[in-house]
DNA sequence: AATATTATTTCAAGTACTTGAATTTTTTTG
DNA sequence: CAAAAAAATTCAAGTACTTGAAATAATATT
């Protein structure tokens, strides 16, 4: 790798004269900085971005803390959160929760020993009895928390506005004339309980019963509970509709329903959540409460560089949910 | 951030004591090297990597160039990667091409200058005219190539045995007797032109034609060319089987055919590839050749690793094919 | 007790670059 | 043409740490 010294030598100048010089500062004479700055180009002069870290206290990177590669919510959040880095000249460091992470505090120290200014933090899902709570009390730097949250959550948040939108599809539902509903629970996320929060307030708000029997729990399970979903969808007395925590239980809810020769949206309506790329091939086409997953990312990174620019004034921590919107396709049964 | 000079003054020793003992070295009295040690644990110093970097010259970071976040394909390739990765000590950095970047000149020099110790590198999908080979060559460190490649690719490369994939399936077809057998292709990778070759010399070796209007290119079509596909199969004298360049694509022949009233499989077989995790809610469970992703990061991962290893030792690019497998599921007519 | 030996700690230079101060070079002025 | 002023360049210190050499302290030997 060619360093300044290079660059100096080969123009018989000091490496301050080179510094100075591609930075294009005026203090150094038109004619040495012109061929300085053609030596610079001719041999590809990369300035050593670990310097300037060193220098600065401020590595211009950001750290990540993700769950999996495999789930493409998420990947839309990274990808709002790459735009925005990106733009603001930050780099990442990803480290992910269930690729080979025995202790979460190896995660902290690998963020803290290559310095980066701010941290976005995914919950992870997968680790029992995680605790990182004090480890994030104990970061020095910024945080935003994304998608997923606590109770008590002192630091920024951006999520989705999940108990609305299950209002939301909860109210199309009783709009279409719909009663007896039930829900897909998905009780081991914090976006689950949401979710469910909004039907259960909405049908109290409609006068409706919420019947037990009518509402699984299919967190944690195989298939998102196709089994369970069968099971309660062949007992008498079904429900007319099913809200779905997401679109892969409302979809595991259509092939239980197809078994069962039950159509939909004729004798069972569905609503999903997020959208997923299958209404291309599902028949027939899911309703479901659109997220905007890269929106969520791009605001977390707009917070976390206000944040790092704010690092020295009082801490003042934002919870920020984006809006969710029902999108109507073909699920539900018209009146 | 607590630095070693911290240290040293708690401890009212110099800095150097202070790097050795925390390094364990029996050079520094034990009472000394067990004093500052506590030291160090209670205040949580954090060694500062961005330093050690630039002595030792290498960065213990790997720069990834990745096309987007929303494939869980190539999730399951970072997978791999970050799983070595990580057991390996280094870290990652993560370039988009999907995300906002105007040159590829500049995702180079991205790297440069954060100094990454090695690449992997996913060729751009969605850049028109890209032409980074010239960037390729001009880096100066080692390479993995991934997933995808070009005629004449001279750096290291792993990717899937894709034509062997394509013989297996086309085979399978062949030994469930239908020999009417058309190809869904997707040009625009190489690992489309890999399995369409797989798929016409399987169909040559058993002396089986290859008609042109059983097979439709929907490389770069929306929906996996669903149109395209519809159109083919209501056309007189449609074919018995399709084999599809990737399970999206078997799925919207699928849907094509639901629209046509053609009974999958009885009159019409269909094969996809990569195994993408549909077949929980799909009915017929599609058959499907399944790729080993993780795998392939794995051994990309190793590759790279053992290149940066051996930096000083001549380059002897290698190339390596993971294998495919055939799964048999309910898309494929039986005698 | 003086010296030799060993044990322990510190010094100084190096990593690649930035920055204000100091120095050198060039130009202007009396 | 010398002194002053301005312009251009270089010096030196700092960033956080490592490393072998040098210095100091402690102990052993005569």
Redesign the pocket.
């Known amino acids: 790798?060619v360093?300044?010294?290079?660059i100096?030598n080969v123009c018989?100048?000091?490496?301050?004269?080179?510094?100075?010089?591609?930075?294009g500062h005026?203090?150094?004479?038109?004619?040495?900085?012109k061929k300085i700055q053609e030596v610079a180009l001719k041999y590809n002069?990369?300035?050593?971005a670990?310097?300037?870290s060193?220098?600065t206290?401020r590595s211009k990177t950001i750290g990540i803390a993700y769950n999996n590669f495999y789930d493409s919510f998420a990947g839309g959040i990274l990808t709002g959160v790459f735009e925005k880095l990106c733009a603001a000249g930050y780099e990442t460091m990803i480290i992910c929760w269930d690729v080979l992470v025995s202790h979460e505090a190896q995660v902290f120290s690998r963020f803290s020993r290559r310095r980066v200014d701010g941290l976005l933090f995914f919950p992870p899902m997968k680790i029992p009895g995680s605790n990182y709570l004090k480890e994030l009390r104990d970061f020095h730097n910024p945080i935003v928390v994304i998608d997923q949250t606590w109770p008590g959550n002192e630091f920024n948040y951006v999520g989705s506005d999940n108990v609305r939108g299950a209002a939301l599809a909860t109210e199309h539902m009783i709009e279409r004339g719909i009663s007896d509903i039930g829900f897909i629970k998905y009780s081991v996320v914090s976006s689950g309980t949401e979710r469910w929060q909004g039907f259960v307030e909405t049908m109290q708000k409609h006068g409706l019963p919420v019947k037990d029997s009518w509402c699984v729990d299919v967190g944690k399970l195989p298939n998102y509970g196709y089994e369970l979903i069968l099971k309660m969808l062949s007992k008498p007395g079904r429900p007319e509709g099913l809200v779905c925590f997401n679109d892969n239980c409302a979809y595991q809810a259509m092939a239980a329903a197809n078994e069962l020769g039950i159509r939909i949206p004729e004798e069972l309506s569905l609503i999903g959540f997020g959208d997923i790329m299958l209404s291309t091939i599902m028949r027939p086409k899911l309703t479901t409460v659109k997220q905007f997953p890269e929106d969520i990312g791009r605001k977390a990174a707009d917070i976390l560089l206000e944040s790092i620019k704010k690092r020295d004034e009082p801490y003042v921590p934002q919870s920020i949910l984006m809006p969710e919107e029902l999108i109507c396709r073909d699920s539900v049964r018209r009146q």
Not at 26 to 33: E, F, N
Not at 45 to 48: E, R
Request: proline share 6%.
């Open positions: 790798m360093s300044l010294k290079d100096a018989n100048v000091s490496e301050s004269t080179v510094s100075k010089a591609l930075k005026p203090m150094i004479k038109l004619g040495t900085r002069y990369q300035p050593n670990l310097v300037e060193m220098q206290g």
